[in-house]
């Protein structure tokens, strides 16, 4: 039990709390593994638990009406998800999947509701988390509104570029992603992925390495993203 306990310290809401309470918190958790791409729970599920990463990753995800997926956050390992569901006793908003294996501890919601009301540090955490969600997805329908598909994918590019130290100020995406969870993050389609990143190919902005990307003009891909430039669209 020592040993789980000191797990649950590396979750970021229980940081500080005392071994004791550690202990306590594992005496009510359940633990599940989910391997990659399977799916942790449903939209509209009607479960309620609160779940802790303890290794690995998950995703969340919405799904719109024809039936693409749009990736709302992963969260890591030391993070938490499904807090809604537990606070206001509804539905879940989205659906969950690992992409990578995981190793997941499951609390009730009446126990991390009794939590929240002994220890207003941690309630505290949980009213500063749902802030950065209000905030992100504030941003987020902004994006929707005001950019472009294109811009929304060449955006993402942008946020999956890596410095790359072997030519002067040049960036790459090393491994990129499928056209789907680019389009997943981009909230678009694969076909519209595919051409934004076809455009930039035959302008010479980015090209193919192995499974990687390599931008050759970093410049100019930020400020087609910010719309004050365009590819050339040439077939």
């Known amino acids: 039990m020592d040993q789980t306990a000191s797990t649950l310290s590396r979750i970021s809401l229980f940081a500080d709390l005392p071994l004791e309470?550690?202990?306590?918190?594992?005496?009510?958790?359940?633990?599940?593994?989910?391997?990659?791409?399977?799916?942790?729970?449903?939209?509209d599920s009607d479960s309620l638990d609160v779940y802790f990463v303890a290794d690995g990753v998950v995703r969340i995800l919405n799904v719109t009406e024809d039936g693409r997926d749009i990736a709302l956050a992963d969260i890591p390992a030391g993070r938490y998800f499904g807090e809604l569901a537990?606070?206001?006793?509804?539905?879940?908003?989205?659906?969950?999947?690992?992409?990578?294996?995981?190793?997941?501890?499951?609390?009730?919601?009446?126990?991390?509701?009794?939590?929240?009301?002994?220890?207003?540090?941690?309630?505290?955490?949980?009213l500063e988390r749902l802030t950065r969600i209000v905030r992100d997805l504030d941003s987020r329908v902004t994006r929707l509104s005001i950019e472009s598909e294109h811009q929304r994918v060449w955006s993402e590019l942008l946020r999956l570029a890596q410095p790359d130290p072997?030519?002067?100020?040049?960036?790459?995406?090393?491994?990129?992603?499928?056209?789907?969870?680019?389009?997943?993050?981009?909230?678009?389609?694969?076909?519209?992925?595919?051409?934004?990143?076809?455009?930039?190919?035959?302008?010479?902005?980015?090209?193919?390495k192995g499974i990687g990307l390599v931008i050759c003009d970093h410049a100019r891909l930020r400020r087609m993203a910010a719309g004050g430039d365009t590819a050339s669209r040439t077939p």
Request: neutral net charge; contains cysteine; hydrophobic residues 45%.
């Open 21 to 43: 309470t550690l202990v306590d918190i594992e005496s009510r958790c359940t633990w599940r593994r989910v391997g990659e791409g399977e799916q942790v729970f449903d939209k």
């Open 86 to 126: 537990a606070i206001d006793g509804m539905r879940r908003s989205a659906r969950v999947i690992a992409i990578k294996d995981s190793l997941l501890a499951l609390l009730d919601a009446a126990s991390f509701l009794d939590l929240m009301r002994r220890y207003p540090d941690i309630a505290l955490r949980v």
């Open 166 to 208: 072997a030519p002067p100020e040049g960036w790459s995406i090393p491994d990129l992603p499928n056209h789907k969870e680019i389009a997943a993050w981009a909230g678009t389609s694969r076909e519209q992925v595919a051409q934004a990143i076809g455009e930039l190919a035959r302008d010479g902005i980015v090209k193919r």
